[in-house]
């Protein structure tokens, strides 16, 4: 398949990196195509452990990787994992930059923080790395683009222009400091030299290679109950990790996409706020977060842990286009001896649904309906394929098979690379 799109299925962190990772070794090439360094993704080889946060995960295998103009770049932080991945002698020559995607600058971080302080009780838990007032911004097209690092009196003279009300905003709305304008201009003019030489027309570098025959990946970052649109609003992001947007995100036509691949957790996490049915009640809550290490590769934030649900499951399938799921981290479920699995909601009318509930207030009071499995209670480490499994882990994935009319197609048992079981 020459166009294949990995997408988180739930609210993040599924381990959309590790299985971008093992699908870079038969492709020529990985993209991004939305979201910023608010993803955190994790590869880990050996001892050695990769925290990915700008840079497409097809850069550990050294394949050449695209920054699409759907993301939104901190160029401190893009630099950073340059170096990075310098130091620890990978090569990135081959980071292609879109012109188009558009620059978390200082004062995004700053209203970023400063909002969510503002909203209290109410706040969204964003990562508070920018995200959301970058993509405003964008939309209200007062962004600064990646192309603008290109000039420099073009730069100083659109951080100017931005600087007079950002900082106003800072100053009379969220009683925070202000930015200087020198010391920001010096700032990104020392950035712009770093990057410059990445700055490419991804859309016509994409569309060439798949033009050539050349297997190419679209990495999502954030998940499908974390989108703009089709999300829990308004504990969302701000950009669209649904597959379709992979399009839109890097520049090709939806019917150039082949293939979608969701990545799912054998059980659920969220970090940050928000409803979450299936979130798990008392102790097996901690037991399941220490079990998982569920804590934020980004922030360090405790996850919140939940029951597989298939009623969230089956509404990405839907909106994503699923074909084929990965399910990560089987491994983890193995030291519970039952394992109740959320198969429908019932709402305050009392009426039991399968649908994902299209009004918030219906998805807020949703309560799960259970059918609950029993565990297998034995690690899963010498499991060589997916026929090794003890017989209940094969019913659980052929449970979630059934429900979503999808195929289990690989299947997480452990966090090193190597700890996936491929089925057909
Ligand atoms: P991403 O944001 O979707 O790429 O996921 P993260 O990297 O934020 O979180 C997934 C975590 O689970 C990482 O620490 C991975 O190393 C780890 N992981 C991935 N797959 C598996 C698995 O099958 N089993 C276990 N035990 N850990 C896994
Ligand atoms: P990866 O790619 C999990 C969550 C935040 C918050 C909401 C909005 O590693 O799966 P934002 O900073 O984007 O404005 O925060 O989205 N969030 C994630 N949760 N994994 C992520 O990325 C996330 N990126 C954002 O916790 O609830
Ligand atoms: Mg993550």
Known sequence: MPATVIVGAQWGDEGKGKIVDLLAQDSDVVCRYQGGPNAGHTIVVGDETYKIRALPSGIVRGKPCVIGNGCVVDLEVLIGELDEFESRGQDTSKVYLSGNAHLIMP????????????????????????????????????????????????????????????????????????????????????????????????SLYVDQVLRDGKVVLFEGAQ?????????????????????????????????????????????????????????????????????????????GRSRRCGWLDLVALRYAVRVNGIDQLALTKLDVLSHFSELPVCVSYRLRND?????????????????????????????????????????????????VERELGVEVTLIGTGAERTSVLTRA
């Open 107 to 202: 004062w995004h971080l700053a209203i970023d923080q400063a909002s969510e302080r503002r909203l209290g009780k109410l706040a969204i838990g964003t990562t508070r790395r920018g995200i959301g007032p970058c993509y405003a911004d964008k939309a209200m097209r007062l962004g600064i683009r990646v192309q603008d690092i290109l000039d420099p009196k073009i730069l100083r003279q659109k951080i100017e222009v931005a600087l007079a009300e950002k900082n106003l905003w800072l100053v009379r709305v969220y009683e925070s400091e202000p930015f200087d304008l020198e010391t920001i201009a010096a700032q990104y003019e020392s950035y712009a030299q770093r990057v410059r030489p990445y700055v490419t027309d991804t």
């Open 223 to 299: 998940a499908t109950l974390l989108d703009l649109d089709h999300g829990t609003y308004p504990f969302v992001t701000s950009s669209n990790p649904v597959a379709p947007n992979a399009a839109t995100g890097v520049g090709i036509g939806a019917n150039r996409i082949d293939r979608v691949i969701g990545v799912a957790k054998a059980y659920v996490t969220r970090v940050g706020e928000g409803p979450f049915p299936s979130e798990i009640q008392g102790a097996d809550q901690d037991r399941m977060r220490e079990l998982g290490h569920e804590y934020g590769t980004v922030t």
């Open 351 to 399: 009426v039991e649904t399968r649908d994902f509930p299209a009004h918030q207030s219906d998805f807020h009071a949703a309560r799960p309906v259970y059918e609950t499995l029993p565990g297998w209670e034995e690690p899963l480490d010498a499991c060589a394929s997916v026929d090794d499994l003890p017989a209940s882990a094969r019913r659980y994935v052929e449970l």
